[in-house]
Every structure is written in structure tokens, then in C-alpha cells.
């Protein structure tokens, strides 16, 4: 089934680097950490486009390769 992640960006940031979350509030500090304010961005993930996920890492992390082509920023 299809899941919904979230990345939180700043400037420092590999732009749709590898790690999302499955936790926009997670996404949220990410953005907004060492006082910038960044992006959320957002996009659908089929299962076969995850290559890791951790539920107990406290960040929600999914690991995936994501192309620029469905993610908006929110």
C-alpha cells in the first residue's frame, strides 16, 4: 500500500536526499533547525521505492530514492 512522506529541508540540505519520514511533524523540525526556516516537501512512495525503514528510530525514517516528479513542497 502506497505511503505518504515528508522531508525537511534547508539550504545545507542534499535536495531529495535519501531520508524522508513517515511524520510531517518530524519533516517540521527538520525544516526548521539551526534557526532557518526550509521546505516540506511531500510525496507518495509505492513499496517497491523503499529501500529501509525505521518505525523505532524516533524520526519515522524511510529511506528511499525519489524522483523530483510527484514531490510538491508544502
Not at 7 to 17: A, F, T
Not at 56 to 73: N, S, W, Y
Amino acid at each position: 500500500k502506497p505511503i505518504t512522506v515528508y522531508r525537511g529541508e534547508i539550504d545545507k540540505s542534499v535536495h531529495l536526499g535519501l531520508s524522508w519520514t513517515s511524520s510531517l511533524e518530524v519533516a517540521e523540525k527538520f525544516a526548521g533547525r539551526f534557526g532557518k526556516q526550509g521546505s516540506i516537501l511531500k510525496t507518495v512512495l509505492e513499496p517497491k521505492q523503499i529501500l529501509a525503514a525505521y518505525a523505532d528510530d524516533g524520526e519515522h525514517e524511510v529511506l528511499a530514492i525519489v524522483p523530483e516528479t510527484g514531490v510538491e513542497t508544502i
